[in-house]
Nanobody, 124 residues
Framework: QVQLVESGGGLVQAGGSLRLSCAASGLTFSSYGMGWFRQAPGKEREFVTAISWSGGSTHYADSVKGRFTIARDNAKNTVYLQMNSLKPEDSAVYYC?????????????????WGQGTQVTVSS
């Protein structure tokens, strides 16, 4: 049984930082592109960032470029999202995603597995 378990969400003031983690189990982690999506109330889920199986390729939504960094540790089956300079508009439920194969599948939302989500709230 595949599980993606996010952690690290919470409440932070604008300009602050948070680090999300997603621990994966039940899959060959190094065979999957990984990514993060987010969904704010009343809005559709949107792509945030993705990373290839090796970590050698990353993609970011324009709205988070220069502020967010994705990384992975294949030895720990974990993907991370470092979020800096947070803005109120970053507030959302953040979901971890796994897509078998290339990072492009993650970027396009062709995802095999989703986590349950973790809430990030940025106060102004």
């Amino acid at each position: 049984q595949v599980q993606l378990v996010e952690s690290g969400g919470g409440l932070v003031q604008a300009g602050g930082s948070l680090r999300l983690s997603c621990a994966a189990s039940g899959l060959t982690f190094s065979s999957y592109g990984m990514g993060w999506f987010r969904q704010a109330p009343g809005k559709e889920r949107e792509f945030v960032t993705a990373i290839s199986w090796s970590g050698g390729s990353t993609h970011y939504a324009d709205s988070v470029k220069g502020r967010f960094t994705i990384a992975r540790d294949n030895a720990k089956n974990t993907v991370y999202l470092q979020m800096n300079s947070l803005k109120p508009e970053d507030s959302a439920v953040y979901y971890c995603a796994a897509a078998y194969g290339g990072v492009e599948r993650v970027r396009r939302g062709i995802v095999e597995y989703w986590g349950q989500g973790t809430q990030v709230t940025v106060s102004s």
